[in-house]
């Protein structure tokens, strides 16, 4: 059974990661699809820290899935009324020796040890064979942390995905046709087109990271009663690192001339630090509120120059 391996560990829902772990897989160029991956901070910010929401529920105002056409994939969302009725699609997806996507309800899987027999929750994942010698089993693989590889019962298959407990991913078997032409001639044009637009028409402040030194400062000498902050500081510097690191693959595979890319690199490192020594706390108890504001200070500074360089370097060099 060849594994489909995890492409993004920080950024996208449990959905879009498995599609884009898939299409890489299978040999997409599924870089070009992040070019608009730089999200705002200040998106980022209102979802992670006001919200206090998790990673898989962040709504970008760019789906990745709008310009899958381009590299040449179409998605297919089949609603049905129960498995009985989802069985015989994804059967005719396996025999063609392609995939299948369902939401299912967690509630039933032992290896989502948050979820099982304990709470109910919508979950995307793969479905790649199915298995009839002994007992009936589907081989399913979940990018869950850690990532699972194994059979389950067609019992328990079935039961979660009959008893999928949310709108609108009820009940729906999902897969793609692929043309291998445009997969391996991508529409350059049309992706740099959107590059574009979307680039000139970004702004932000980058305060997050002014938002987070007060934050810090504020707390400095005691941050036991402020750890769900913290953490959800934790969970935004992840999407912030992932976000520019997967934004610098768009540019790299463009092979644009830009000292934007080094100073993405530079933004990727910082965020991480700062992520490492927030966990640090988690593990020691312990948070270095100096070393962490003097890499905001920097990221204040160097994100704003990414966006500037990227508009002066390349804007022109779209449009003419």
Same mark, same amino acid.
């Given at each position: 059974?060849?594994? $489909?391996?995890?492409?993004? /560990?920080?950024?996208?829902?449990? +959905?879009?990661? %498995?599609?884009? !772990?898939?299409?890489?897989? $299978?040999?997409?160029?599924? /870089?070009?699809?992040?070019?608009? +991956?730089?999200? %705002?901070?200040? !998106?980022?910010?209102?979802?992670?820290?006001?919200?206090?929401?998790?990673?898989?529920?962040?709504?970008?105002?760019?789906?990745m899935i709008e310009d899958i056409h381009f590299v040449g994939l179409q998605i297919h969302k089949i609603r049905v009324d129960s498995f009985k009725e989802a069985?015989?699609?994804?059967?005719e997806q396996l025999n063609k020796g392609d995939i299948a996507l369902l939401f299912i309800n967690g509630y039933y899987y032992k290896h989502r040890v948050s979820t099982y027999m304990q709470k109910h929750?919508?979950?995307?994942?793969?479905?790649?064979?199915?298995?009839?010698?002994?007992?009936?089993?589907?081989?399913?693989?979940?990018?869950?942390q850690p990532d699972f590889y194994n059979y389950y019962t067609d019992e328990v298959v079935r039961n979660s995905f009959d008893d999928n407990p949310s709108e609108p991913f009820v009940k729906t078997v999902i897969y793609?046709?692929?043309?291998?032409?445009?997969?391996?001639?991508?529409?350059?044009?049309?992706?740099?087109?959107?590059?574009?637009?979307w680039l000139n028409d970004f702004e932000d402040d980058f305060s997050i990271y002014q938002k987070a030194i007060q934050f810090l400062t504020e707390n400095s000498s005691d941050f036991s009663q402020v750890e769900e902050t913290l953490e959800s500081y934790l969970n935004a510097f992840f999407f912030l690192s992932s976000s520019r690191m997967l934004f610098n693959r768009y540019l790299n595979v463009m092979?644009?001339?830009?000292?934007?890319?080094?100073?993405?690199?530079?933004?990727?490192?910082?965020?991480?630090?700062?992520?490492?020594?927030?966990?640090?706390?988690?593990?020691?108890?312990?948070?270095?509120?100096?070393?962490?504001?003097?890499?905001?200070?920097?990221?204040?500074?160097l994100e704003p120059r990414i966006i500037e360089t990227l508009k002066k370097d390349l804007l022109v060099t779209v449009n003419h």
């Open positions: 059974m060849r594994k $489909i391996p995890r492409y993004d /560990e920080d950024f996208y829902n449990c +959905a879009e990661g %498995h599609y884009v !772990s898939y299409w890489k897989s $299978i040999g997409v160029p599924v /870089e070009y699809l992040c070019h608009s +991956a730089f999200e %705002h901070s200040q !998106s980022i910010y209102e979802h992670f820290i006001v919200n206090q929401s998790d990673r898989w529920k962040f709504y970008t105002k760019r789906p069985e015989p699609i994804i059967v929750e919508a979950h995307c994942m793969f479905v790649t064979e199915l298995n009839e010698k002994d007992e009936k089993k589907w081989f399913i693989q979940d990018h869950a793609f046709d692929i043309d291998l032409d445009r997969v391996q001639n991508p529409d350059v044009k049309g992706i740099e087109d959107k590059f574009k637009l092979d644009y001339q830009t000292e934007a890319k080094i100073l993405l690199e530079e933004s990727v490192e910082l965020n991480d630090r700062i992520r490492k020594l927030i966990t640090n706390y988690k593990i020691f108890g312990k948070i270095s509120v100096l070393k962490i504001s003097e890499c905001c200070s920097k990221l204040l500074e």
